[in-house]
DNA sequence: GAGGAATCCTACCATTGCAGTATAATTTCT
DNA sequence: AGAAATTATACTGCAATGGTAGGATTCCTC
């Protein structure tokens, strides 16, 4: 049905957060999942997939946590999407290896998906993970998603 | 994973092959189904879907058929996906009585889901069948979906 | 070096949607 | 009567989704 699924959803929401606090430390997925609403097993398992896509940064054992692994600004959401789901085609004819269609490409319809793609490609591609931020912030001014003695971690945790 | 259902190809391609013999009389569903290599048993229940929504008139019996309800240059693509996948929201916060969304819509993200919303509704709806059926005659010109004896049915037919 | 905090790995499970098949009823023309 | 067609409804197999669960591993601190 056109969804996008919710583990882009939790992974651009964990992206967010991490921009949020970039260059101020490691951050625990618990804190990620406390502060976005995200249920910590579940999100282990996709900063994962965003570690090994070379998004994050990770470090194992106590003091450990996550981190952006480039700045905010430089990091498109298409980059996210793409390795949470995969190449996106929003009709099976579009894929490389794909001929099921018994026309094979050679039909009217083709064009259709083809704009269908480009469409949202273009709103991904032109949406960083700062800009998503900054909205992130722009909503919620009064509630910031971390407490203030997080910012006060040991100055060589990064 | 962002895709458009096979429903809604066969639907599509259902569409164009009835604009393409528009004005030529009743059109059965074995026909559509030959002509375009979809499942007949399936596509008969899209059409019936179709036809609930107004987008096709159909005839039983003997002689039956279906034909475009209105003029093929009238008729979104955006009527016909609506039909068949319903509302489309790439996100669940979307959904005007979702609120599983923890921040209910006050988040950063939801922006980035409109405007995926937008885009596609903007390709769905400035596409006409005509236009897909025009597309289909360039892509197939030596090739027509349905042979000439076709065309000489009893005039009464339509 | 023990213990806890954290990531990592893998398996499992329940639900849902999709694609398609099957059966049969009903209408209509000839 | 019989064939051709739509209509209605139910069912099935499959894959994806959204988690949960258990444990292994790594790393810091005391």
Redesign the pocket.
């Known amino acids: 049905?056109l969804k996008v699924?919710?583990?882009t959803e939790y992974a651009l929401r964990a992206m967010v957060e991490l921009a949020l606090r970039y260059g101020s430390g490691r951050v625990?997925?618990?804190e990620i999942a406390d502060a976005q609403g995200i249920?910590l097993?579940?999100l282990?398992?996709q900063?994962?997939v965003l570690?090994?896509a070379g998004l994050v940064e990770?470090?194992?054992?106590?003091?450990?946590?996550?981190r952006l692994a480039r700045e905010p600004s430089t990091i498109r959401v298409s980059e996210i999407v793409d390795v949470m789901?995969g190449p996106f085609f929003p009709m099976y004819c579009l894929e490389p290896e794909d001929h099921t269609c018994f026309q094979d490409g050679r039909c009217g319809l083709q064009e259709l998906w083809v704009d269908v793609h480009s469409a949202v490609r273009d709103v991904f591609e032109r949406t960083t993970v700062s800009a998503l931020a900054m909205r992130h912030r722009r909503m919620t001014p009064d509630n910031p998603v971390w407490s203030p003695e997080d910012l006060l971690r040991?100055a060589g945790a990064n």
Chains 1, 2 share one sequence.
């Open positions: 049905m699924s919710q583990r625990p997925a618990r249920p097993r579940f282990e398992q900063l994962a570690h090994k990770s470090f194992r054992g106590a003091g450990g946590g996550c789901e040991p």
